[in-house]
């Protein structure tokens, strides 16, 4: 049941709902905007979500640095296409997120952040004008979002012994050192499909910016006007994180860098990027910490509801509490977990985070000797007892676990990119507002 944490994930913002028939649809502010695949996006749509994307924008960046609306709407139409086609894959997959896993998800979103669900919507419903309602669907989506990307991009991701084995040593000739870079990006996306002038005009309009930007034009304005991804809504900004983490497009051209040098326009697999570099910082490394644990879990059914899963294991919770049986004879006897159950449910010690994300965070809260309520990942329901927790900061095995967290992240955010542009590809799109069509942005304007 090992699975893989994405350190940086991309955000899942709120889509249409299922579509009507055409011959359903209203004139006027529900006309078609676009469609993707088997689904329509109507204009009612669009203006909810780009209201949506501009608040966003609102909270990261300065009047001046938002773009015009026409931009806006372009982007908010694009993140709606893209959320439309991952929705529609995860109808296929049959990925779906529940009520009770609703609930559950968001007791522990609230738990991480101390905080309260309660509070969760008043804070929402503050900054973004958004009921409790709309603030469990919004959840739910980003939710169901992330986890078909996890488990889409995971396949994707091969790292051999060979590459910690070298990622190890750069560690250990760092000192127990790391070098964290706080960096910014504008991303102008390249596709298979593209002819040589069109990849010419995109390579162009990259020198252009960078240009403009040597001239002293507000990167963040430029990034939330121009970037073509998930960070334009923030100005580009990447935040601090570690270099081994970065993509390797960031990583490989920031090496050595100082705070406001401008790199690029750099050319990857997906596209040209220009970098800023926003500040430089060092730190000790900080061991990850392993777990010993061990786990019940019960997989939902058709004929097994969540409620009934749920209430499964709580009786199990309570007869392992009681005394009236242990942990292990009731592993052996309902768990689904094939590999652990004949171990009593017995997962080894391991760091926490090459489990499911899910599964991760709720073991961390847990003490020694501790039983946790049930809770759900993506592959089902669990109970977890935690055995102990250890840190041992000079093991090798310490720097392994490091290594493989670093080329993972590095790896999970360049397949993303790749996946994202694939799925595009091979998806029906056709929007009709002859305003907002178009593979590529409009070329770099110089400033008025």
Not at 219 to 226: D, G, I, N, S
Not at 260 to 274: K, N
Not at 281 to 296: C, E, T
Not at 312 to 318: D, F, G, N, P, T
């Amino acid at each position: 049941m090992h699975k893989k944490t994405p350190v940086l994930i991309l955000a899942a913002l709120l889509a249409g709902g299922v579509a009507p028939a055409a011959d359903q649809i209203p004139a006027g502010h529900n006309r078609i905007e676009a469609v993707a695949n088997s689904r329509v996006i109507l204009r009612s749509d669009l203006d909810a979500y780009e209201a949506e994307y501009l608040k966003k924008m609102r909270a990261h960046l300065s009047p001046e640095q938002i773009p015009d609306r026409k931009t806006v709407r372009k982007q908010a139409l694009d993140q709606l296409i893209n959320t439309s086609l991952v929705e529609q894959l995860g109808e296929k997959m049959g990925v779906t997120i529940s009520d009770v896993q609703l609930d559950q998800m968001m007791e522990t979103a609230a738990r991480m952040n101390g905080t309260t669900v309660q509070k969760m919507y008043e804070e929402s419903f503050r900054r973004e004008g958004l009921t409790p309602a709309q603030t469990r669907e919004k959840f739910r989506r980003e939710a169901l979002i992330s986890e078909l990307q996890s488990i889409s991009v995971r396949k994707r991701i091969k790292i051999s012994n060979q590459e910690i084995d070298r990622m190890v040593e750069m560690l250990k000739a760092e000192g127990g050192h790391e070098t964290f870079y706080h960096v910014a990006g504008i991303f102008l996306k390249i596709t298979s499909s593209m002819s040589p002038q069109e990849m010419d005009a995109v390579e162009k309009q990259a020198e252009d910016l960078v240009r403009r930007i040597r001239a002293g034009e507000n990167f963040a304005k430029l990034a939330a006007r121009y970037s073509q991804d998930e960070k334009a809504a923030d100005g580009g900004d990447w935040g601090t994180v570690n270099i081994h983490s970065l993509p390797t497009i960031f990583a490989d051209n920031v090496v050595n860098t100082k705070p406001g040098d401008i790199v690029g326009p750099v050319r990857g697999d997906a596209g040209f990027l220009i970098i800023k570099v926003i500040d430089v910082k060092g730190a000790r490394f900080q061991p990850d910490v392993k777990v010993h644990l061990r786990h019940i879990l019960i997989k939902p059914t058709v004929i097994l509801s969540d409620a009934r899963v749920t209430d499964q294991l709580e009786k199990i919770r309570s007869r392992v509490l009681s005394g009236e049986s242990d942990f292990a004879t009731e592993a052996r006897k309902y768990s689904e977990d094939p590999a652990s159950a004949v171990e009593g449910g017995d997962l080894g010690l391991v760091n926490p985070e090459i489990f499911d994300p899910l599964f991760a965070q709720n073991i961390k809260p847990l003490g020694a000797g501790e039983i946790s309520a049930p809770f759900r990942s993506s592959y089902g329901w669990h109970i977890a007892q935690m055995l102990e927790k250890k840190t041992d900061p000079n093991s090798n095995s310490a720097l392994k676990d490091q290594a493989f967290q670093l080329l993972f992240s590095k790896r999970y955010n360049e397949e993303l990119i790749m996946w994202l542009n694939e799925l595009r590809n091979d998806s029906y799109i056709k929007i009709t507002d002859p305003e907002l069509s178009g593979q590529a942005q409009a070329q770099a304007q110089q400033p008025e």
